[in-house]
């Protein structure tokens, strides 16, 4: 059965530091990974979908990268905004059943 | 293009009402599934459908039943609400298994 797993649970970080999301995965068999945006009351936002065959995915500040044979997938934020506060979720997709979700990383940007 | 929409956005029910939550999506996607959401443990997937006429059961399937008789609609149906069913309900869907997962905005419930 797959697993996925975050960590940390939470991070805080002063404004306009470069930051690291971890996500690992038990079963190294996937077809993507989709990393999300959730803010508080809300539902959640795609950020990046990497498909397997992928190693990163980029858009703006946001890189994505992916290393399957390790089950790891790692979300770098660049210079971060007190915007970027939200809980960033990874979810991976493995063919059997729709997605597989880890409990997310709640991250507070301080100005 | 509205994307995925859930009604209703907040739910109250009493113990041993039944309801019915409703998602729809306008992008022709044929993969729609419902999570519920509780602190400390995730997303937890209910039920998906692959397609129209086509469901299946998820991880928490106990208490809720799903059709999908038209690809657009996918509805949840409580069918005796416990306290336990309290949880953020979110409905998303995705061209593909491998495609991009489009979430709506989710429906609150409460059970007393």
């Known amino acids: 059965k797959q697993e996925v797993t975050q960590i940390p649970a939470a991070l805080s970080v002063p404004e306009g530091e470069n930051l690291v999301l971890n996500c690992s995965f038990t079963?190294?068999?996937?077809?993507?990974l989709q990393w999300f945006r959730q803010d508080p009351g809300k539902g959640l936002t795609s950020l990046l979908l990497i498909q397997s065959s992928q190693r990163e995915q980029t858009s703006g500040r946001l890189n994505a990268s992916l290393d399957k044979s390790s089950g790891r997938s790692t979300l770098y934020i660049a210079a971060s905004q007190p915007g970027d506060s939200a809980t960033y979720l990874c979810?991976?997709?493995?063919?059997?059943?729709?997605?597989?979700f880890g409990k997310g990383t709640r991250l507070s940007v301080i100005a | 293009n509205a994307g995925v929409t859930q009604t209703p956005k907040f739910q109250v029910l009493k113990t041993g009402q039944s309801m019915t939550l409703q998602c729809a999506q306008d992008m022709n996607h044929e993969y729609m599934s419902w999570y519920r959401q509780d602190p400390g443990m995730g997303l937890r997937l209910i039920h998906y459908?692959?397609?129209?006429?086509?469901?299946d059961q998820g991880e928490v399937p106990n208490g809720y039943n799903v059709s999908r008789s038209t690809t657009e609609d996918f509805p949840l149906r409580l069918l005796s609400a416990a306290p336990s069913q309290t949880s953020v309900y979110f409905c998303a869907s995705s061209s593909s298994g491998w495609g991009e997962q489009y979430f709506g905005p989710g429906t609150r419930l409460t059970v007393t």
């Open positions: 079963d190294s068999a996937i077809y993507n």
């Open positions: 459908s692959v397609g129209a006429g086509i469901t």
């Open positions: 979810a991976v997709f493995s063919g059997n059943t729709p997605l597989v």
